[in-house]
């Protein structure tokens, strides 16, 4: 029976890097994903700081993608404002929207690269004891020191482990994908009811097309009759082969966070199966990324449950608490409108959003540069908000 120092279940972005991070300080990793190559049903946007994590591995193995010059952001067919960004090649830009298939294999052939094993075996069952963890896949059995949880919004090792997601920690999304298609201008519409945007980002040999709003408020049907209507209005899919999809992303708040179990003696869960995902944008791969070396980092170190909480807790949950507490309010009309208004007029505004697409602005001074634009009904539109989301008592993370 083989014998690994850290089993990974699922080699997405999460996965293969905790992989890649844990071989190259030497240890011996199994990384478990029969899926690959395959596509994913996510806009595939990856941004300056998450390029900055990987753009070593990438440039080696250079997985194409599209770089995005702007950003359309819609109240309404007739209320829209342009930012743009910066493109000036793939190491200083802004956003730049991959293929999964290629951007994920890129990063799951880097790991095997600095050592990691390679199983392309579904794994069936897992149980962790004092002694380790035992994995049972489609082929026989296996054995590690150590197991990280990589495998998604359904993953087993969470409800192995811990608990599963509640429909309530959800979002869903729906969309398509259209081939044949692209374009260097990302398309955002905010949808007021039920709460949430619909998107289309381009990849380098099609446009992924979709809508996403919080699972236990509203079903599958609303949200593709308000996508379909929407992409009749903007004819950007005109004359393109399109492959529908649906996939649900977890969307956690503070409460949430603070009662959720990611880490045990012996075992991590990362990326999507630890819930750490932006509940507001539901952009993923940055904090994938990061947790996967997050977990890395607290494996090689030791005591690695408390060490993995302390900096998820210190690093990744207060961007998505506050991201949860304004996500409300911020897709309300009035702050939309405003958005959009002072998105016309304002250079500080757009500047300000353009380093919130990069990942360059945290959600936890977002408020403050808003207010120093002066666009002075939108910050009172901020200030509202915040207020409202102080109503709730705020979760302890201890």
């Excluded at 990589?150 to 993953?155: H, I, K, L, R, T």
């Excluded at 408390?306 to 506050?322: K, M, N, Q, S, V």
């Excluded at 380093?355 to 120093?372: E, F, N, P, T, V």
């Amino acid at each position: 029976m083989q014998h690994f120092d850290v089993a990974i279940v699922g080699a997405g972005p999460a996965g293969a890097w905790a992989a890649h991070e844990l071989a190259r300080r030497g240890a011996r990793v199994g990384l478990f994903d029969a899926s690959h190559p395959r596509e994913k049903p996510c806009g595939g946007g990856v941004t300056r700081r998450a390029l900055a994590l990987v753009a070593p591995a990438l440039r080696m193995r250079g997985p194409s993608a599209v770089v995005i010059e702007g950003v359309r952001f819609e109240a309404s067919a007739s209320h829209r404002a342009n930012v743009a960004l910066e493109a000036q090649g793939h190491d200083d830009s802004s956003l730049l929207v991959y293929s999964r298939e290629s951007f994920d294999l890129a990063l799951v052939r880097a790991a095997v690269e600095a050592g990691a094993t390679w199983r392309t075996e579904r794994v069936r069952d897992v149980d962790v004891s004092r002694d380790g963890a035992r994995l049972v896949t489609s082929s026989g059995t296996y054995r590690s020191d150590a197991l990280i949880g990589a495998d998604g919004v359904n993953s087993l090792v969470r409800r192995r482990l811990s608990s599963p997601f509640a429909r309530g920690q959800l979002s869903f999304t729906t969309g398509v994908f259209a081939h044949g298609l692209s374009a260097s201008e990302i398309v955002v519409r905010f949808v007021p009811q039920p709460q949430g945007y619909i998107w289309s980002f381009p990849r380098p040999d099609h446009l992924a097309l979709g809508i996403g709003a919080q699972a236990d408020e509203t079903r599958p049907e609303p949200l593709r009759r308000i996508l379909n209507d929407w992409m009749a209005e903007a004819r950007l899919t005109d004359g393109a082969r399109l492959k529908p999809y649906s996939w649900p992303i977890p969307s956690l708040n503070a409460s949430d966070l603070a009662r959720q179990i990611v880490s045990g003696p012996r075992w991590l869960l990362v990326g999507d199966a630890g819930g750490l995902v932006d509940p507001m944008t539901r952009e993923g791969i940055y904090f994938a990324l990061r947790s996967g070396e997050l977990a890395a980092e607290a494996l090689a170190a030791g005591d690695e449950s408390r060490r993995y909480r302390a900096a998820l807790t210190d690093e990744i949950y207060p961007e998505i608490e506050h991201a949860s507490s304004w996500k409300r309010g911020l897709f309300t009309g009035p702050f939309i409108h405003l958005l959009v208004h002072g998105l016309q007029r304002s250079n500080r505004v757009r500047t300000v959003m353009s380093d919130l697409i990069a990942g360059q602005q945290s959600y936890r001074s977002l408020k403050r540069r808003l207010l120093r634009t002066f666009q002075i009904g939108l910050a009172w539109q901020l200030l509202r908000i915040e207020r409202s989301s102080l109503r709730s008592p705020p979760a302890s993370f201890g």
